[in-house]
């Protein structure tokens, strides 16, 4: 900060063994074979980030190797990247984290529920991060089970734009 201005949005620092260096998370809005160009729409700030595939990029998609040519608009992926002397990022690996039509099972607990909304954040047990699941209403199951604060398994769709639920169970607490 330079007073109450943003000064630097980004820092990189040079050493003598490596140039610099970048990660980037967020969501696929195309793939050009052509001109070996992956574009991003980058999660934090919400701008489009245009990465060059080089020969030695590598993709994976569920731990597994994969081409580039597998990757598809909509999918949520993770990325290292190095930048050249013209500024350009260069690719190192691409990580395909939710692809259009992946199905996932979340167990956490509720941490904000908006029923008529059809809206509910699950803290996953997993990974401790926070998931939006969109869910019909028909499927919040009967009784008082079902707020903030209880424990759940979401079966959810991810459908290139929001994870949507496909079944929601309220979890016994443990002794009960």
């Known amino acids: 900060m330079d007073g109450n201005k943003v000064f630097a949005k980004n820092i990189f620092v040079l050493t003598s ?4 260096t970048g990660e980037s998370y967020g969501q696929v809005l195309s793939y050009n074979a052509g001109n070996k160009e992956l574009i991003l729409t980058e999660s934090l700030s919400a701008t489009t980030l245009s ?24 999918s949520l992926v993770t990325a290292t990247f190095d930048a050249e002397g013209d500024g350009r990022a260069v690719a190192r690996d691409v990580s395909v ?8 099972e979340f167990t956490g607990r509720v941490s904000h529920l908006d029923v ?25 199951p009967s009784g008082n089970g079902f707020h ?10 991810f459908d290139g734009t929001r994870y949507v639920a496909r079944t929601v169970t309220v979890n016994s607490p443990s002794g009960k």
Do not use: C, W
């Open 17 to 20: 063994e490596s140039g610099p």
């Open 97 to 104: 984290l939710a692809a259009p039509g992946d199905v996932f």
């Open 51 to 74: 990465l060059k595939l080089a020969p030695s990029t590598t993709f994976h998609y569920k731990n597994q190797p994969i081409s580039a040519e597998a990757i598809r608009p909509g």
């Open 148 to 157: 903030v604060g209880a424990d759940v398994r979401v079966s959810i769709a």
């Open 116 to 140: 008529r909304a059809g809206v509910l954040m699950v803290e996953d047990l997993v990974d401790h991060k926070s998931y939006e699941i969109n869910f019909d209403a028909s499927l919040v």
